[in-house]
């Protein structure tokens, strides 16, 4: 079974442009959740979406949003970019299983600011 | 709110020695806890969860930790240091999904050095 799909793998972006990240779960997985991970802040919740629905948010600024489509797959984007926003974005592709659910990664976008 | 506080951001162990990365959690409802493994440039990889049952859940490459609700802790060991377990190590805990929530809260990190 194919792992997390996130592409592109490396992004370099200059202040104020946009972006967007897409991540493709698991096949059979309904649910999709970002995390932004700095060397600062270490790792932190942005968004989930279970069947196209944002079902919890994170603590980011309106600039930050994200859509899930029918088929699963999941984008993020990034409005107006500032230097800050320059870190490693992992999507993890969420199951439930035996009553807890279990979270697989992919391998992230590194995105850079200039 | 859930968290978690790992201390030490570098720990250094020689090659045959005791892997020890401690684990304290914060949380109003019974615990999921997790250890997950981050090479350069990778996702996070699962090493072992604790969910409900046996408080010592063993994981992958030799790696195990131990649920103890009185220490609000799960501390991650391994016996023997191999240099393949050079990486960054987080803990992360939730809850489990109640309520529709999956997020997890992950701690700051552990950069792991083995030392030849």
Known sequence: ?114 | AQSVTQLGSHVSVSEGALVLLRCNYSSSVPPYLFWYVQYPNQGLQLLLKYTTGATLVKGINGFEAEFKKSETSFHLTKPSAHMSDAAEYFCAVSDGGRRGNNRLAFGKGNQVVVIP
């Open chain 1, 1 to 114: 079974k194919a792992g997390v799909t996130q592409t592109p793998r490396y992004l370099i972006k200059t202040r104020g442009q946009q972006v967007t990240l897409s991540c493709s779960p698991i096949s059979g997985h309904r649910s999709v959740s970002w995390y932004q991970q700095t060397p600062g802040q270490g790792l932190q919740f942005l968004f989930e979406y279970f069947s196209e629905t944002q079902r919890n948010k994170g603590n980011f600024p309106g600039r930050f949003s994200g859509r899930q489509f029918s088929n699963s797959r999941s984008e993020m984007n990034v409005s107006t970019l500032e230097l800050g926003d320059s870190a490693l974005y992992l999507c993890a592709s969420m199951v439930r299983e035996g009553g807890n659910t279990e979270a697989f990664f992919g391998q992230g976008t590194r995105l850079t600011v200039v």
